[in-house]
């Protein structure tokens, strides 16, 4: 039986695969919380080993005892992985120097931005930026990353943190004040009556 299902699985059939899920998602899920003793990973754990099964499935061997063990590998290699993500994750954040005190951007943002309405303004605008701008802005201007830092941490040369920060400024006073003036009370007539 287990050979006629291995060989289903390395076919692609997803039904057989199904069935290995129902059969041995809890084995897998109580190894990852055993191994690391989280709960809330495991589920992770859980879905990232069957998405690598599947992806590998052809080099399931035809023969063998059970598929367990196969699984439980995989789940190994999977919680490997996210542990040594975690330490590269930790060790990159480690690197990071301080930020220092620049006056920036921010500052003026903060003070113009009173109100409900100009708030959801710039955190729509904020989300229309490409992601290699908001990346850059969020850094030095949220998290107060000087140019060295926020190039560090994006692994960019300065010039380009430089650039990106200089064409997202634009980028979002121009979209702020468009959703802005299209939020506000009246907001048509208002550019109607500016334009006369």
């Known amino acids: 039986m287990t050979t006629i299902l291995r060989a289903r699985i390395r076919a692609g059939d997803?039904?057989?695969f199904g069935e290995v899920f129902d059969e041995h998602a809890q084995a897998v899920y109580r190894h990852a919380v055993w191994m690391n003793g989280d709960h809330a990973g495991a589920d992770d754990v859980v879905s990232?080993?069957?998405?690598?099964?599947?992806?590998?499935?052809?080099?399931?061997?035809?023969?063998?005892d059970g598929l367990r063990p196969w699984l439980l590998g995989i789940a190994t290699n999977?919680?490997?992985?996210?542990r040594r993500a975690a330490r590269r994750h930790r060790a990159a954040l480690a690197r990071i120097p301080a930020g220092s005190d620049v006056p920036d951007f921010a500052d003026e943002v903060v003070g113009r931005l009173h109100d409900s309405a100009q708030l959801a303004a710039a955190a729509a605008a904020l989300s229309e930026l490409r992601r290699a701008d908001r990346e850059v802005f969020l850094l030095?201007?949220?998290?107060e990353l000087d140019y060295a830092a926020a190039a560090e941490a994006l692994g960019v040369p300065i010039g380009t943190v430089r650039s990106r920060l200089s064409?997202?400024?634009v980028r979002l006073r121009a979209l702020a004040e468009a959703e802005l003036h299209r939020t506000r009370p009246g907001g048509i007539l208002r550019s109607a009556?500016?334009?006369r």
């Open 193 to 195: 009556e500016g334009t």
């Open 48 to 64: 990232l080993t069957f998405l690598e099964a599947w992806r590998i499935r052809e080099t399931l061997r035809p023969d063998g």
């Open 140 to 143: 030095c201007v949220w998290q």
């Open 14 to 16: 997803t039904d057989a």
């Open 167 to 169: 064409r997202a400024r």
């Open 78 to 82: 999977v919680l490997r992985n996210r």
